[in-house]
């Protein structure tokens, strides 16, 4: 498939979410990507790049990434299937129920910095609900720090806490 062709695959709709994720962060319009870059990438083509309808090629992706400051990899998704949990070979979930509302009530301090780490992943998926969190991978890692404990050890030291929802039986 030539660059330009239209895709509409999932992937190329992730590598456009995030191309218009990092276009915004860097708080720039369609029309102003045109303008600092002397037309090298018109506004209607970035924007179809942007929906998941052209393919960009890897040459203009790197210019891309050159002109916002960062790195290629940057401009891409994580692959999809690691971030859902399927990949082959992964160890440990990929995602984790965690009874906030539990762990609120747990009386020692040093379960107070994991509770500020979770409230603030709420405030930043503006998830008020207050009891129940679900934890991603990445997010694992900070968890396994806060608990001193391996990664692939953080569901099964929360759930010795008592810490994972469990979802009443009806």
């Known amino acids: 498939m030539?660059?330009?062709?239209f895709d509409?695959?999932?992937?190329?709709?992730?590598?456009?979410?995030?191309?218009?994720?990092?276009?915004?962060?860097?708080?720039?319009?369609?029309?102003?990507?045109?303008?600092?870059?002397?037309?090298?990438?018109?506004?209607?083509?970035l924007g179809a790049y942007e929906r998941g309808e052209r393919v960009?090629?890897?040459?203009r992706l790197e210019r891309l990434a050159r002109f916002y400051g960062v790195s290629v990899d940057q401009l891409l998704p994580r692959d999809p299937l690691a971030v859902e949990g399927n990949q082959p070979g992964a160890?440990?979930?990929?995602?984790?129920?965690?009874?906030?509302?539990?762990?609120?009530a747990h009386p020692e301090?040093?379960?107070?910095?994991?509770?500020?780490f979770l409230r603030?992943?709420?405030?930043?998926?503006?998830?008020?609900?207050g009891k129940?969190?679900?934890?991603?991978a990445h997010d694992?890692?900070?968890?396994?720090?806060m608990l001193d404990v391996p990664v692939d050890e953080v569901a099964a030291e929360l759930a010795g806490l008592g810490l994972i929802f469990v979802p009443p039986t009806a």
């Open 56 to 59: 960009i090629s890897v040459p």
């Open 109 to 116: 301090e040093k379960f107070r910095m994991l509770e500020r």
């Open 8 to 45: 509409e695959s999932p992937y190329s709709r992730l590598v456009g979410e995030r191309l218009r994720a990092i276009r915004r962060q860097k708080k720039l319009s369609l029309n102003e990507v045109e303008a600092r870059t002397n037309d090298e990438f018109r506004a209607s083509v």
């Open 91 to 104: 160890t440990g979930p990929t995602k984790i129920r965690i009874d906030v509302a539990k762990l609120a």
């Open 132 to 136: 129940v969190i679900t934890v991603r």
């Open 2 to 5: 030539a660059e330009g062709d």
């Open 120 to 129: 603030m992943i709420q405030v930043q998926r503006q998830d008020f609900n």
């Open 140 to 145: 694992t890692r900070a968890i396994a720090v």
